[in-house]
């Protein structure tokens, strides 16, 4: 504080020598008690000396000026409403006692702490340059065939084609599983709508699946009297989509044997579990397909982008014949059946490539605010945390959290609004599936009695966590949960 107040018997050359010194453009003149009294720019000086002031003059002939200025009390929100509706850049903040305690400017009062930003290394423009310098501006070339091998390598399966989203990469998993008008399609309930759409896309029929305790994930209990209801009923699903939530594996093993046993194959959206493990293999490479998403909120990033994975090459060629509009080998552009235009550009291939190299990174950053945040929250009574089997290795993409509504008066929702109020990103866990109004009437199978992916809902909040934020913002962040919810 010392460096930006200033008293009445200062000089104008001590008021210059301090904003030179502070070097943010404001002073705030104080009564002897601490009290604001006005605000002074390098201007108020200038004019100042065009008006005859001397250097040793003191301050007390500028005219009173009461400045706005907010409680300590008041809101990251509330004070650039303040600073918006004063059309000002500065404001004092005072304590109870109206004595300065801090002067905050628009600038830093307006950064935003988002959910989940893109992070970027330091070799992700080296190969975009090397796109630009040999003209592979096109959803072809050779940064393309790298990522596609290096994805490969990294998760130890035999073939991968990128694409323009994991939305395609979904809807790709649908056509190579001919999946079709009239056809089922089982779905976990607890993600995100990208997952379901291309059931619909295909017009095929979803039923939605709940999640178990353990890993928020697919319910196999679930799973298999959905199964056996669907084996009586005479018509078994086409596919079951299995999504790793939040950077969580679902429990494969189980889920894989009631599929094979069923005969039914598994798409396994890991869109948000790229460096995930499942005892020791790698998220996204257990079902017969796999899907990464490289959207910009994601664990890495293209700006948006996707990948369809799979052991089956043969499977894999043809999700690239399919995203290339399905033209077949001939001169004049032959085609016999209806694709897409889904490849992934030349130079968003070359920002993953650089992403790829740092993804082991990512989740290890993301892990650590994961410990963070529960460490440093673990006092507050009836908050506890999504959960880590012991055969999961989480990338912790998003950090979740629940609220138990028997020991805690907060609601997540004011607890959101008390973090927005602050300029910090939360969400509620996704809404159900099975809950959305698009997919009114559609069947859905609960875990027991009580449906899990309806209670992590209502109770749970995905906090910031990104892997760039600053201690500075984790501090904000937690400063702000312990004052709401302790
Ligand atoms: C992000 C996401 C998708 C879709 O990926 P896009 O690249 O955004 O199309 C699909 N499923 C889940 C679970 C996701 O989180």
Redesign the pocket.
């Known amino acids: 504080m010392k460096e930006i107040t200033i008293l009445a018997s200062d000089t104008l050359r001590d008021a210059l020598q301090l904003l030179d010194r502070s070097a943010r453009g404001i002073l705030v003149m104080t009564g002897t008690d601490g009290g604001v009294l006005r605000t002074i720019t390098d201007g108020d000086i200038r004019r100042m000396l065009l008006n005859g002031a001397a250097l040793e003059d003191d301050l007390a002939t500028l005219p009173q000026k009461t400045p706005v200025t907010a409680p300590d009390t008041t809101s990251r929100a509330g004070m650039l409403e303040l600073l918006d509706q004063h059309r000002i850049d500065h404001l004092p903040v005072v304590d109870a006692t109206g004595r300065l305690v801090d002067l905050q400017d628009r600038k830093s009062l307006s950064q935003r702490i988002f959910l989940s930003a893109p992070h970027m290394g330091d070799a992700e423009r080296e190969f975009v340059e090397q796109a630009f310098e040999t003209n592979w501006i096109a959803p072809i070339g050779p940064n393309v065939d790298a990522f596609e091998q290096e994805i490969c390598a990294m998760l130890g399966i035999r073939a991968a084609a990128a694409l323009s989203?994991?939305?395609?990469a979904?809807h790709l998993a649908m056509r190579l599983l001919n999946v079709g008008t009239g056809d089922v399609v089982f779905c976990s309930s607890l993600?995100?709508i990208?997952?379901a759409n291309p059931i619909l896309y295909q017009g095929a029929e979803p039923v939605f699946i709940d999640s178990e305790p353990d890993s928020w994930n697919m319910s196999p209990a679930a799973l298999e009297r959905a199964l056996e209801d669907a084996r009586r009923a005479g018509k078994l699903p086409k596919a079951i989509l299995i999504?790793n939530l939040y950077g969580q594996s679902a429990d494969m093993d189980p889920l894989m044997a009631l599929a094979d046993a069923y005969g039914v194959p598994v798409i396994e959206?890991a869109?948000?579990s790229l460096g995930a493990t499942y005892k020791g293999r790698n998220s996204g490479t257990i079902g017969h397909l796999g899907v990464f998403?490289?959207?910009g909120n994601?664990i890495i990033t293209t700006s948006?982008?996707?990948m369809l994975v799979s052991e089956d090459a043969d499977m894999i060629q043809r999700a690239r014949f399919l995203s290339t509009q399905a033209r077949e080998p001939a001169l004049h552009y032959e085609h016999k059946e209806i694709g897409y235009n889904y490849r992934m550009s030349n130079i968003l291939a070359g920002i993953g490539r650089g992403q790829l190299q740092v993804l082991g990174k990512r989740v290890a950053a993301r892990r650590a605010l994961f410990d963070t945040y529960r460490a440093r929250l673990g006092h507050i009574d009836g908050l506890s945390w999504m959960a880590e089997p012991d055969w999961s290795y989480s990338n912790r993409w998003l950090s979740v959290c629940l609220l138990d509504p028997a020991r805690m008066s907060k609601s997540p929702l004011a607890v959101m609004q008390a973090l927005s109020d602050e300029m910090i990103e939360a969400r509620p866990v996704w809404k159900p599936l099975h809950r959305q109004p698009v997919f009114e009437g559609c069947r859905y199978y609960t875990h027991s009695n009580e449906s899990t992916s309806d209670r992590f809902f209502e109770t749970g909040i995905c906090l910031p966590s990104g892997s760039n934020m600053t201690d500075a913002d984790v501090d904000r962040i937690i400063d702000t949960l312990c004052a709401t919810m302790e």
């Open positions: 989203s994991g939305s395609a979904l993600t995100f990208a997952s999504v959206d869109a948000e998403s490289f959207n994601k948006g982008g996707g």
